[in-house]
C-alpha cells in the first residue's frame, strides 16, 4: 500500500515538473521574439546614428577648412595689396590678305641664311590678285651717311608709292648724325664690308635680299654714296620698267687684271672661258635678284677661292649672269664713271668740275641699244662725286636734269 502511494505521488510530481518546463518554454518563446526585435532595432539605430555622426563630422572638418582658408586668405590679403581683378584673354586679330603681303621692317633680326632663304620665295602663280604698283629699290652700299641726301630728295620728291630706299653702311658708322628723310628708317642689318674682298658681294646680296622682301619691288639699282642721277625720277622709272633687259656689265678681258684674276680650283664649276669682269654698279630686274641671292652653286666657289688680288666685286654677278642668263642681259652698266685716268680708282668730281654742259654731256654722250633699238640715253647715274660738289648740284640740277617735272 505505502509503496502504491509512494509511486503515485512520485508519478503526480513529474508531472507537475512537466507542466512547469511546458509553461517555460511557452513563456520563452515570445520572449526570444522580442528580444530579435529588440536586438534588430538597436542594431537599426546604431546603423543611422552612425551615418548621421559621419556626414555630420565630414562637414564640420570641410567647414573648419574653409574657416582656415578664409583666415589665412585674410591674413595673406591683409599683409599684402589686392591684386587687380584678371583681363579677359587679348583678342588675336586676323591675319588678313593686306597683312600677309606687308614688307617687314627693315630693322629684323633674321640672319643672313634666314633673309636670303626667305627672300628666295617665289609665287607660282604670276598673276597678282590685288593692285599692284610696281617700285624700284634703290639700293645704296656706302660707308657712312649718304653724302649726297640733298639732292636724292629732289630727285625722290613728289614720286612717294613708285620707289623703295635700302642703305647697307658699315656697323661703325656712328648714327648719331641727323638721317636725312628718304634715308631715314631705311638701314638694313649691315656687316663690315673691305673694298675688294668677298664680303662686299655679301653686302649686296644682302640688300637685293631686304628689297625682296617687299613684293612690289620690280626693278633692283645699286649705287654708292658718291653717285647721282643724270635725269628725273620720271625718266628713270620708265626706261628701267619698260626695259626687257637686265644692266649687268660684262666682258671677257685677257691679261692679269681680267682672266688673270682667275684661279684654277674653281674649276670645274667656273672654267677659265667663263670668267668675266665687270663693274659692280648693277640695274636688274625680280627674277635675277632672285636667282642671285638663291645661288648655292656658283659663290660658294667665289667664297672659297676669290682671295687676295681676285676682286670679286668684279668678276661675280658678270661671270654668274653671262654663265646663266646671258640672253636677259645687256652686257653694260647703267652708271657712268670714268677710267680714264688709270689706277684702281675712278676719277673724282669736286665742286669746280660741275657745270651745266658737263651733266649734259653724260646725259648724251654715248651711244647703246635699248630694247633693240639705239640710243644716246645709256646712262641713268654717275659716280664719283664729292660732298663738295653738292652745291653746284643742287644749283644745276632742277634745270638740266629736270627735277622739277
Known amino acids: 500500500m505505502c509503496v502504491s502511494l509512494c509511486a503515485k505521488a512520485m508519478k503526480n510530481q513529474i508531472q507537475n515538473q512537466n507542466s512547469i518546463a511546458m509553461a517555460i518554454k511557452l513563456f520563452n518563446t515570445p520572449l526570444n521574439i522580442l ?5 534588430f532595432f538597436f542594431f537599426a539605430c546604431g546603423i543611422t546614428c552612425g551615418i548621421i555622426f559621419t556626414f555630420y563630422f565630414k562637414n564640420f572638418s570641410l567647414n573648419l577648412q574653409v574657416i582656415n582658408g578664409q583666415i589665412l586668405n585674410y591674413s595673406s590679403s591683409s599683409s599684402q595689396p589686392l591684386s587687380p581683378p584678371l583681363s579677359p584673354p587679348p583678342v588675336i586679330p586676323r591675319l588678313g590678305f593686306n597683312e600677309y603681303i606687308k614688307p617687314p621692317s627693315v630693322e629684323h633680326d633674321m ?15 604670276k598673276e597678282f590678285p590685288f593692285e599692284r604698283v610696281p617700285k624700284v629699290a634703290f639700293m645704296f652700299l656706302t660707308r657712312g ?13 613728289g614720286h612717294e608709292g613708285l620707289y623703295s630706299i635700302y642703305v647697307h653702311s658699315d656697323p661703325s658708322y656712328n648714327q648719331s648724325e641727323v638721317e636725312s628723310p628718304f634715308s631715314h628708317g631705311r638701314r638694313i642689318p649691315s656687316k663690315e664690308v673691305e673694298w675688294g674682298k ?10 637685293l635680299a631686304n628689297a625682296l622682301l617687299d613684293i612690289s ?5 645699286l649705287l654708292s654714296e658718291a653717285c647721282i642721277p643724270l635725269f628725273n625720277f620720271s625718266t628713270i622709272y620708265t626706261y628701267l620698267m619698260n626695259s626687257k633687259k637686265n644692266f649687268v656689265e660684262t666682258y671677257d678681258l685677257p691679261g692679269p687684271v681680267g682672266r688673270g684674276r682667275y684661279h684654277s680650283r674653281m674649276s670645274p664649276t667656273i672654267k677659265l672661258q667663263q670668267w668675266r669682269k665687270g663693274s659692280q654698279w648693277f640695274e636688274m630686274d625680280r627674277d635675277l635678284a632672285v636667282e642671285v641671292v638663291s645661288d648655292k652653286t656658283y659663290f660658294p666657289v667665289f667664297q672659297k677661292h676669290c682671295m687676295g688680288s681676285c676682286y670679286a666685286d668684279e668678276h661675280y654677278l658678270p661671270t654668274f649672269v653671262s654663265m646663266k642668263f646671258g640672253k636677259r642681259n645687256s652686257g653694260r652698266s647703267l652708271t657712268w664713271v670714268d677710267w680714264s685716268k688709270g689706277g684702281p680708282h675712278p676719277a673724282r668730281f669736286h665742286r669746280s668740275d660741275v657745270t651745266a654742259e658737263f651733266l649734259e654731256k653724260l646725259r648724251s654722250q654715248s651711244r647703246c641699244e635699248y630694247n633693240g633699238e639705239k640710243t644716246r640715253v ?3 647715274f654717275a659716280r664719283k662725286f664729292t660732298p663738295h660738289a653738292l652745291s653746284r648740284l643742287l644749283i644745276f640740277a632742277p634745270k638740266v636734269m629736270q627735277f622739277n617735272h
Open 111 to 125: 640672319s643672313d641664311e634666314e633673309l636670303l632663304w626667305r627672300a628666295s620665295m617665289v609665287p607660282k602663280v
Open 145 to 157: 651717311p649718304v653724302l649726297l641726301a640733298p639732292l636724292w630728295e629732289l630727285f625722290f620728291k
Open 378 to 380: 645709256c646712262h641713268l
Open 198 to 207: 668677298v664680303n662686299m658681294v655679301e653686302a649686296e646680296k644682302r640688300l
Open 35 to 39: 528580444n530579435l526585435l529588440s536586438s
Open 217 to 221: 619691288n620690280q626693278r633692283f639699282v
